[in-house]
């Protein structure tokens, strides 16, 4: 009995698989197309968007509270938002411009934000490892002083963001408000996310507030795998993990009412 | 065999819940033809993509226990987007299918050449329902769900889905939906008239095809 049906899960996920597998070769073809460098644009962009970051920080030499190279500083914030950001932001909407690719049983509202957030959230994973690996190699970053804490902090911003993602994502199938609140939301959410101070840099009565961001926890994460004891790195983790828990619940409630409510093309 | 038990169908619009389909229970096994006629908006599209498991009812269950098509209709199950030949790929990926030998078969049976290297936004009503069909014959499937399909495209279209479905497949299940009665009559053995959210099925096609005239208020004196 529980073999036949760890087997008949077994078929599940393996269409689930190759559902995904189709829907990640169809994002890639009509996101980045055949032409110029193509699918390389995926991780290519984030990293322009860092490099500048970068580079605008490092010459207008901002002020972040602490003695941190800058380029590190930069690099690990700026990529962390866009870790965050982009994952709602490709994911709201996303059901509309496949609701032809729904006439097919097997393919669901899940798998079409789950073939988003493979690309949005393994484009800014390549481009945080890559552009790391040339700042190391340049000399510009000393290498990670444990690189399984950044890894930590990195999957912690990247399950915040995948939740977040395909809540909203589910949820702008109902309300067009998600697309329109989103923008500014995020907007203002920059600056608050942790990506440009470090907590321990703040006021102590700003601290206690501060960490209800969970983003912010996730980056403080992240800088004290980068900086080790050099930072004074200051989050709340089981904050953090409830956090992402309850916002993967709200998201799969939503994922059920949309596959309820969706009606193909 | 398929089986439907009480399906209800309700669309919110904005002059509130509109009911598509009322209550509607019936079954179709193996090798069977069933012809639904219905008018403009009677809910018939809505019943195959129901059947087909696109979309679910508001309530009620459908059982499926032989492989039922996607519904062969001209708009749908495409990606306008993405090319022809990307969207057979994408469709051979979901169904485990091999692309290549699927391209050559479509290449043959739509004649669409170059245009398969081309967006589907760009292709005619015609080279569309070309593509449409000769990719939903690439996957065998137990049932077929045809929506319409034959209501586009020239005589030779015609005379090669008329041998790819009923000849190649005449051992097939098959819904078929069409505002085309002769084509009903001769591909179906079972008739029902889909109207104000009924499905009722009649013994012959004479008598759908009367009930089906008096609902567009035809040859009524």
């Keep these: ?265 | 065999m398929i089986c439907l038990e009480h399906i209800h169908k309700v669309y919110p619009t904005r002059a509130g819940d509109r009911v598509v389909l009322k209550d509607i229970s019936f079954s179709f096994g193996k090798g069977e033809k069933l012809g639904i006629l219905g008018r403009n908006g009677a809910g018939k599209s809505t019943l195959v993509r129901l059947v087909s498991g696109a979309e679910r009812p508001t309530s009620g269950q459908i059982t499926r226990s032989m492989s039922v098509s996607w519904p062969l209709a001209f708009g749908g199950a495409f990606q306008n987007a993405l090319t022809g030949l990307d969207n057979i790929r994408f469709i051979s990926r979901i169904y485990r299918q091999e692309a290549d030998r699927n391209i050559d078969f479509v290449h043959e049976f739509t004649e669409l050449g170059p245009y398969l290297r081309e967006p589907v936004r760009s292709y005619s009503q015609g080279m569309r329902a070309r593509l449409a069909f000769a990719v939903s014959m690439i996957i065998e499937f137990d049932c077929y769900l045809i929506d319409e399909i034959s209501a586009v495209g020239d005589a030779k279209f015609h005379e090669k889905c008329e041998a790819e479905l009923f000849g190649k497949r005449y051992d097939r299940a098959m819904l078929i939906i069409s505002h085309d009665l002769e084509y009903v009559r001769k591909h179906c053995q079972r008739y029902a008239v889909l109207h104000e959210g009924d499905l009722i099925f009649y013994p012959d096609f004479d008598q759908a095809h009367d009930a089906h005239l008096r609902n567009l208020h035809i040859g009524q004196t």
């Design chain 1, 1 to 265: 009995m529980i073999l036949t049906q760890l087997s008949a899960l077994g078929r599940s996920a393996e269409v689930q698989w190759r559902v995904i597998h189709a829907l990640l070769m169809r994002e890639i073809l009509t996101r980045y197309g055949r032409h110029n460098i193509g699918f390389l644009w995926l991780f290519v962009e984030p990293m322009l968007f860092t490099t500048g970051v970068t580079t605008l920080w490092t010459l207008t030499k901002s002020v972040h509270g602490s003695n941190l190279p800058i380029v590190a500083f930069a690099l690990s914030g700026y990529s962390a938002v866009l870790l965050w950001r982009n994952m709602p932001s490709r994911c709201i909407g996303a059901i509309e411009p496949n609701l032809s690719l729904m006439y097919h049983r097997n393919v669901r509202v899940i798998d079409i934000f789950v073939a988003r957030l493979i690309l949005e959230g393994g484009g800014a994973t390549i481009s945080f490892v890559t552009l790391s690996l040339f700042f190391i190699y340049i000399g510009w970053l000393d290498p990670p002083a444990d690189v399984l804490t950044v890894a930590k902090g990195w999957l912690m911003i990247a399950w915040f963001g995948a939740s977040l993602a395909i809540f909203l994502g589910a949820l702008s199938e109902r309300t067009e408000l998600i697309e329109k609140i989103w923008h500014p939301a995020s907007y203002l959410a920059f600056p608050l996310s942790g990506a440009a101070f470090m907590v321990s840099a703040l006021p102590p009565a700003a601290q206690h507030y501060i960490l209800y961001v969970p983003m912010v926890n996730g980056v403080e994460i992240v800088r004290e795998g980068y900086f080790g004891n050099k930072v004074n790195a200051i989050y709340d983790l089981p904050y953090m993990i409830g956090c992402c828990v309850a916002l993967t619940l709200l998201a799969l409630a939503q994922v059920a009412i949309a596959n309820r409510e969706i009606t193909p093309e």
